[in-house]
């Protein structure tokens, strides 16, 4: 009886813990630059005085789904997304790079192209430092110049080029800020000059509202389908204890 009930408990509790992470790729459908996390169930051999061919469930998450999102046009001159495969780098506070694909850019206060989470952008030769009032464009292959107030477009000043690369998608692991980094070990990636922008736009979310929605009703059915069992092996203990008292 007490097996029954540890099979139930641990079904139902790998189901919650996938369904929180169903859960935030659904709360994350409108985050721009966003990659669905992969959810599955692996089976881990159990340990002990058991038969070899005995077995738990576990879920687990191996991975994000890199599949690009949709392109959204906004018209506006910081936006930029990536055309195909290929990742933004952005400076964390330790001097270490990340990748991100979110593209809504600003300038901060101190002059520094940045991403709205107030990461820096880098540059092929560190940090943008875009001059004070100046209006910016990005090309397609991430140079950044900048225009004065009435300054004509011939001549404008190179403020530098982001820094664009494309590493597989196995050496890149998420963070949970969202970004992501090189696997442990691994060395940062160099530029990719194969790597093309779109000015004006953004890149939405990879994650299928109707396939996660789908996910989402069978974890719920998944956990009752264990809450029964749970239910069934306390059944079973009321009837063995009547018929334990009445002999």
Known sequence: MDRMIYVGM???????EQQASVANNMA??????FRAQINNFRAVPVVGDEAATRAMVVATTPGADMRAGPLMQTGRALDVAIRGEGWLT????????????????????????????ARPLVGDAGPLVVPPGSSLVVADDGIVTA??????????AEVG?????????TELVRGDDGLFRMQP???APQADPQVRLLAGAIEGSNVNPVEVMVSMIANARRFEMQMKTLQTAESNDQQANKL????
């Open 10 to 16: 641990s079904g139902a509790k790998q189901a919650m």
């Open 28 to 33: 994350n459908v409108s985050t721009p630059g």
């Open 90 to 117: 952005v400076q964390m506070p330790d001097g270490s790079e990340a990748y991100t694909r979110v593209g809504n850019l600003q300038v901060g206060a101190d002059g520094q192209l940045m991403t709205m989470d």
């Open 147 to 156: 225009l004065g107030a009435g300054d004509p477009a011939v001549g404008a």
């Open 161 to 169: 080029r982001l820094k664009l690369v494309n590493p597989l998608a």
């Open 185 to 187: 070990g691994a060395a």
């Open 244 to 247: 334990l008292s009445s002999s």
